[in-house]
């Protein structure tokens, strides 16, 4: 177990050094710079001394050398700090960051949870009572419902919801003319403003657990392990949980480790139709706005984000499985 560990360690850190060698690289690779971006926002009202200013301000004018630059850009990582936002400026980067990362980890994070518990479960009961109404009916309701795009199933919903019955609101993630200050009100504002999001999020996506589970679990249960499991007489309940579904899921933990991983880059369309305030909504701005910076350290988040879910799953199921650490050692 020790040396599985020590290598999917190697390999995380081998991973995290490129990427974050790539994200200092390219976009000193990239024509212009931040101060020209910020330049270009005022359509050229501000002279060459304020061009100086700014481009000093983001680092583009330094007498270091790129050997240094670099190891400056990974001491200013290692303690997060991004840089100067342009879109939010004078605000640094982590804390447009820091803003942004609790509305897409309540949002994105608790649709991802919910629909892969949900689709986890609805695939283990359709693969047991095969060809039966359950598995005739919800694998193939939701995989219809999973190939329509986002931003549709949001602009339905809101239509629906909001325009129509007008139960729930459909603008921001809570009442801008309550305020911030924490409190029941609040707290039961921004979960209002969740609902439409979280609900197009968990509906579009939990047909691909759903339908992967079911296979996995039909695959399982074919197994000799399973059926000496049913002629010893042991519980239904048993044989699914300890049998089927522990060896069926995992290949599932890899993909909702990815999932996990991508919740800090939001979902950028729905974050948008909804005008939510998360780290998606915050990407989006960004690159309409070409800043560099926040782009940056929206990326590397995301990265490390995906990396640290992966290296998670792989020793959940080195844990859960013995024969992926003797496979490894082979």
């Keep these: 177990m020790g040396a599985f560990l020590l290598k999917r360690l190697g390999v995380f850190l081998a991973t995290l050094w490129a990427a974050l060698t790539m994200n200092f690289f390219l976009p000193r690779l990239m024509p212009g710079n931040p101060a020209l971006a910020m330049m270009a926002r005022y359509r050229g009202r501000v002279n060459g001394t304020v061009l100086h200013v700014l481009e000093v301000q983001f680092g583009v004018i330094t007498n270091k050398s790129l050997i240094v630059q670099y190891i400056d850009y990974l001491s200013d990582v290692a303690r997060g700090q991004f840089g100067i936002s342009l879109t939010y400026f004078p605000d640094p980067v982590s804390r447009v960051i820091r803003d942004g990362i609790p509305w897409t980890l309540g949002l994105v994070g608790m649709s991802t949870v919910i629909a892969f518990c949900l689709g986890t479960v609805v695939g283990i009961l359709s693969a047991w009572r095969r060809n039966g109404k359950l598995d005739s009916l919800l694998p193939p309701l939701f995989v219809v419902l999973g190939a329509f795009p986002y931003f549709w199933v949001a602009l339905v919903a809101i239509y629906v919801f909001s325009l129509v019955l007008g139960w729930l609101p459909f603008s921001f993630g809570y009442d801008l003319a309550g305020g911030t200050h924490f409190s029941l009100t609040f707290v039961m504002s921004v979960l209002q403003h969740a609902v439409l999001p979280a609900l197009t999020l968990t509906i579009t996506s939990i047909g691909g657990w759903a339908l992967t589970m079911r296979n996995n679990m039909v695959n399982v249960l074919m197994e000799d392990y399973v059926r000496t499991a049913k002629a010893k007489g042991l519980s239904p309940v048993r044989v699914i949980v300890d049998y089927a579904a522990r060896n069926a899921i995992l ?80």
Aim: proline share 5%; glycine share 8%; charged share 15%.
């Design 251 to 330: 290949p599932n933990l890899a993909g909702f480790a990815m999932s996990l991983g991508f919740v800090l880059s939001g979902a950028v369309l729905v974050e948008f139709v909804f005008a939510y305030p998360g780290v998606g909504y915050l990407l989006l701005q960004a690159v309409e706005s070409e800043d560099f910076p926040l782009m940056q350290g929206l990326f590397l988040l995301i990265t490390v984000a995906v990396l640290v879910c992966v290296f998670a799953a792989d020793v959940l199921t080195a844990v859960l499985d013995p024969r992926a650490r003797v496979a490894e050692r082979r």
